[in-house]
């Protein structure tokens, strides 16, 4: 167990709709990263909080927006789904000053 | 479910034996880099990490090798175990920047 934790671990949902996934880092972690995994394209950065900033973005649909609050918990919010989309979300977090990221378990997100 | 894609290249290795997995990293500013392990339905696990300026690092029945001059990395298992089945990404970061480039991944399998 990483000590990041992400919800839901399953989710099916149909195109056109909004879906939001949540992860808690590591206590004391205050970096926050989203990548995203799918069959064809390994695990893809979308993008990295800290303390509550974005501190870095990656290949992040406009579609999709993320947030990390004060309680530095973070939520990835994908909208408009497609078909494409569906793919296995990680959150990973660190602490400052490390280099190592921990990955979470996951949110498989299906849109049918 | 299989996270990573169908596409993966394929090591077979006998139970007992030494496996040698190897990744070529594109960016030669790239300063810091990680193995990870990440079995079937699970989110990817640090394995073991190995900054620029070593060539070398073991851990436990782990060694990560790093030649800069190639541009290229390798993770080798001692003594290799049904339970090291799974893919493993190699991931670089470049110094002063905060987002990971994982490689496509190698999938392992032990033969019993």
């Known amino acids: 167990d990483s000590g990041v934790t992400q919800t839901p671990k399953h989710l099916i949902t149909a195109t056109g709709q909004r879906v939001t996934l949540r992860c808690s880092p590591r206590?004391?972690?205050?970096?926050v990263y989203w990548y995203q995994q799918s069959l064809d394209q390994g695990l893809q950065f979308l993008i990295q909080y800290y303390n509550g900033e974005e501190r870095a973005k990656g290949n992040i649909l406009e579609r999709f927006s993320a947030q990390q609050f004060p309680d530095l918990h973070s939520e990835l919010n994908l909208s408009s789904l497609e078909l494409g989309d569906s793919a296995l979300y990680f959150c990973a977090s660190s602490v400052e000053g490390t280099n190592t990221i921990y990955f979470g378990e996951g949110s498989w997100l299906t849109v049918v | 479910g299989e996270s990573v894609g169908l596409h993966l290249p394929t090591l077979s290795v006998q139970e007992g034996d030494n496996s040698i997995i190897n990744c070529a990293y594109s960016n030669s500013a790239s300063d810091y880099f990680i193995w990870y392990k990440q079995e079937s339905g699970k989110g990817p696990q640090f394995i073991i990490d190995i900054r620029s300026n070593m060539d070398k690092r073991q851990g436990q029945r782990v060694t990560v090798l790093l030649n800069k001059t190639v541009k290229h990395l390798s993770l080798q298992i001692a003594a290799t175990q049904p339970g090291d089945s799974a893919v493993y990404f190699c991931a670089e970061k470049t110094s002063g920047t905060y987002k990971y480039i994982f490689g496509t991944g190698t999938r392992l399998k032990v033969l019993a």
């Open positions: 206590s004391g972690d205050l970096s």
